[in-house]
């Protein structure tokens, strides 16, 4: 077995603890550190994350192997050429305002770092110009994320994305929403360019809008 794909078993079988020796020992064999990362650690992650899909695994496996990966990219990071972390570029997310809750978004952003974004993380409860702002101040952001986890804060997504829209900001970006209440219909009903049910669907489909 190639340390990398050892180092691709840790990641998807989340073994936190040996990671790091694993990548140490890829790169002390002369593994290529960009193959480490895209051959063994995203496509890990696009195995779990396909599995998470499939419901094979759930929440917690998926964290555990975000995590891991995020332990082996550090790494990795001194030996990569340019920005091979962020390769797909930025990628900006945040709740809505008038939403706390925050366990789905950390989970969709780790998932989305381990896909290879450079990820801003603007929070919870964000105003709608906070994401606005941001959008414009990175202009090599090419997908942003929002998410409600709330009925009551449906109302704030619609007005995130009218935000947006008015802003001139799907020049440069693809919004994607998500979220417990949010539905495809309610995502084409506001505008936003893709939803996704889950962080494993919304690691895929940010990769895809990126490559657009």
Do not use: W
Not at 7 to 19: F, M, P, T, W
Not at 38 to 52: C, E, Q
Not at 68 to 78: H, I
Not at 111 to 136: H, Q, R
């Amino acid at each position: 077995m190639s340390k990398i794909t050892e180092v691709a078993a840790a990641v998807e079988n989340g073994k936190v603890k040996l990671i790091q020796g694993l990548v140490q020992e890829a790169l002390d064999e002369g593994d290529d550190p960009n193959a480490i990362l895209n051959d063994g650690m995203i496509a890990a992650m696009g195995v779990v994350g396909a599995k998470f899909q499939n419901n094979e695994i759930f929440v917690p496996e998926m964290l555990v192997a975000a995590k891991t990966m995020k332990k082996g990219v550090d790494v990795l990071r001194p030996h990569l050429s340019g920005d091979s972390v962020g390769k797909y570029g930025k990628y900006i997310i945040g709740t809505v305002a008038g939403d706390l809750h925050d366990i789905g978004k950390n989970l969709v952003a780790l998932m989305i770092e381990s896909a290879g974004f450079e990820v801003i993380d603007l929070g919870v409860d964000v105003p709608a110009e906070k994401f606005v702002e941001t959008i414009k101040a990175n202009p090599d952001c090419k997908v942003v994320g929002a998410s409600a986890l709330l009925t009551t804060t449906m109302d704030s997504l619609k007005n995130t994305v009218a935000a947006m829209i008015e802003a001139g900001c799907k020049d440069q970006v693809k919004i994607m929403v998500g979220g417990a209440p949010i539905t495809q219909e309610f995502a084409d009903e506001i505008g936003a360019d893709a939803y996704t049910p889950d962080a494993g669907a919304a690691a895929v489909k940010a990769v895809e809008l990126a490559n657009m």
